[in-house]
């Protein structure tokens, strides 16, 4: 799978979704809205002109596989401007802080893909905060660069997230977990 700067990831068609009259699956900051049956956020590696454009390409394959039932919270930002001071008292860029904080913690799964060849500092700051709960899968290639941490981190005494290898691994457990979730919601309001 070619995940390329965006060429071949598949796109989300948000006008058509719109035009059908269904909900929005696809978040980006600072879009809030009604959020599905399921939920999960695209954790992981951004650094602009480093990172491949994963989270379009898993985006499309989550809500193609469970379907318009998923809401996917997304933080690569459109109109990110990259002159915002990365400081609290720079509006822009404190929103775009709170708007990750609050979809992580409202997200039912935090699907988070460490790519080789970034640091992804704040990927590995929310790697962190989430590595005690359930709720994290983590795809960590053995080549990126800080991969002993986070395996041996993800194995510690009191870790319950999830850690694969592959987009492919990630893109199987999230997609489970998420029809998992829609399943036990839905038998649950019968």
């Known amino acids: ?40 956020f695209l954790a992981g590696s951004i650094e602009m002109g480093k990172a491949t454009r994963w989270q379009e390409y898993l985006a499309g394959e989550i809500i193609e596989a469970v379907g318009l039932d998923v ?13 915002w001071k990365q400081r609290e008292d720079c509006p822009p860029f404190k929103a775009q802080v709170e708007w990750e904080l609050e979809f992580l913690e409202r997200a039912d799964i935090v699907a988070m893909h460490l790519e080789p060849g970034t640091l992804s500092p704040i ?13 994290l899968v983590v795809c960590c290639p053995l080549d990126f660069g800080r ?39 839905r038998d649950g309001a019968e």
């Open 123 to 135: 990927s590995l700051l929310e790697f962190g905060m989430f590595a005690k709960s359930e709720k």
């Open 1 to 40: 799978m070619d995940l390329g700067r965006g060429s071949d990831a598949e796109a989300i068609d948000v006008g058509k979704v719109a035009a059908l009259g269904l909900k929005r699956q696809h978040w980006k900051p600072p879009y809030r809205g009604e959020v599905g049956a399921a939920s999960v």
């Open 147 to 185: 991969s002993g941490n986070v395996w041996v981190t993800g194995h510690y005494e009191g870790s319950k997230c999830m850690l694969v290898e592959t987009m492919g691994e990630l893109k199987a457990e999230v997609v489970s977990r998420l029809k998992r979730i829609i399943k036990e919601r």
């Open 71 to 83: 809401t996917v919270f997304d933080p690569r930002r459109d109109d990110w401007d990259p002159e």
